[in-house]
């Protein structure tokens, strides 16, 4: 199993370390973070009508579905 000592996922291990360091450049929720995180993480653009909560991301590519 890919799971180390604490139960935590190791794949998640990248993921949960840059929401910290998301948290720690700028005041964000968790979940906020996690989200970006993940994003990132995976090359992939976040969906999100709330973009204005991850603007200050600079590398991290964000699309609002309720614009046209």
Partial sequence: RDRDVT???TCALP???A???LRQIK???LGDAI???T???N????WTANVED???IDELRLHNPLLL
């Fill in 27 to 29: 005041s964000m929720s």
């Fill in 19 to 21: 929401a910290i360091k």
């Fill in 35 to 37: 989200i970006a995180a």
């Fill in 39 to 41: 994003a990132l993480g």
């Fill in 7 to 9: 139960g935590v996922q």
């Fill in 54 to 56: 991850f603007e200050h």
């Fill in 43 to 46: 090359d992939c653009v976040l």
């Fill in 15 to 17: 993921i949960l370390t």
